[in-house]
C-alpha cells in the first residue's frame, strides 16, 4: 500500500485551458520527473479520477465545462487526502477562500513563478506520502470539544463528524501540540506546509478561517484558535 501511495514518478492530473500555460506546465512537470495527463476540461479531469490512480492536481479555476471548484468538491466528496492544487487569475480574496473551503490544499495566483509552483507540487507529494507511510497506532486529539482522528481525517462530538483534509489535521496537530504559545505564521508555513518562509502567501490565514468555521460556536469571536496581532496564532484549550 505504502508504494502504491508513495511511487518512484508521480502521477499528476492537469486541469488548465490555457493553451501555452499547460504546455510550459506539462513540460516542466515532466522535467521533474512527474508523470502528467492533462485537459483543458472538468468533466474529463473527473473521468480521469475514476479511472487512474492520481497523487496530485493541479487544478485552475477557470477551465471548460465545469468551474475548478465544482471539480474540487466533487473530488473531495469521494476522496480527502488526494491533495489539490488550485490555480487562479482572481485576485478576490473570497475566491480563494472559497476554494479552500471546497478542500483544495493550497493555492496560486496568476501570474506565478514557475519554481515555486514547482516546490509546493514537491512539498505537497511529500506531505501525502507521509500520512500513507505512517504505520504508528491510531492517533486521536481533543481540540474545542472535539475529538479530532488524525488518521481517519475526522472530528466528532455529541454525534456529529466532520470531514477533514489532511492538512486540517495537521494544522490543528501543530496547534494543539503548543496551547497558549504564540505560532508565527512563518512556524505553521513550515511545519505544515513545508514551505519556506519568504514564500509570501495568505494560505495559513484562509486555512484558519476555515477551521473557526468548523470549530467555534462564533467564528467571528473565536475563543480557541486566537489572533495575535503581528506574530500568528494561539491556540486556547478553556
Request: with cysteine; hydrophobic share 40%.
Amino acid at each position: 500500500m505504502a508504494a502504491a501511495a508513495c511511487p518512484d514518478r508521480p502521477l499528476v492530473l492537469l486541469v488548465e485551458d490555457e493553451i501555452n500555460l499547460a504546455r510550459s506546465l506539462h513540460f516542466n512537470l515532466e522535467q521533474e520527473g512527474y508523470r502528467v495527463r492533462a485537459t483543458p476540461s472538468g468533466r474529463e479531469a473527473l473521468q480521469w479520477l475514476t479511472a487512474e490512480q492520481f497523487d496530485l492536481i493541479v487544478l485552475d479555476i477557470m477551465i471548460e465545462e465545469m468551474d475548478g471548484f465544482e471539480v474540487a468538491r466533487r473530488v473531495r466528496q469521494r476522496d480527502q487526502k488526494l491533495p489539490i492544487l488550485m490555480l487562479t487569475a482572481r485576485t478576490a480574496e473570497a475566491d480563494r477562500v472559497h476554494g479552500l473551503e471546497i478542500g483544495a490544499d493550497d493555492y496560486l495566483v496568476k501570474p506565478f513563478h514557475l519554481r515555486e509552483l514547482l516546490l509546493r507540487v514537491r512539498r505537497m507529494l511529500q506531505r501525502s506520502c507521509w500520512y500513507a507511510d505512517r504505520s504508528e497506532p491510531e492517533r486521536v486529539l481533543h481540540f474545542a470539544g472535539f475529538v479530532v482522528n488524525l488518521d481517519q481525517l475526522t472530528a466528532t462530538r455529541a454525534g456529529s463528524k466532520l470531514h477533514l483534509t489532511s492538512l486540517e489535521t495537521r494544522l490543528l496537530e501543530v496547534l494543539s501540540s503548543q496551547p497558549d504559545r504564540v505560532v508565527s505564521r512563518a512556524e505553521l508555513l513550515a511545519q505544515v506546509w513545508g514551505y519556506h518562509s519568504d514564500i509570501e502567501t495568505r494560505t495559513v490565514d484562509n486555512f484558519i478561517v476555515r477551521l473557526r468555521k468548523y470549530f467555534e460556536p462564533e467564528p467571528d469571536r473565536p475563543r480557541f484558535i486566537v489572533s495575535v496581532r503581528g506574530q500568528g496564532y494561539m491556540y486556547r484549550k478553556g
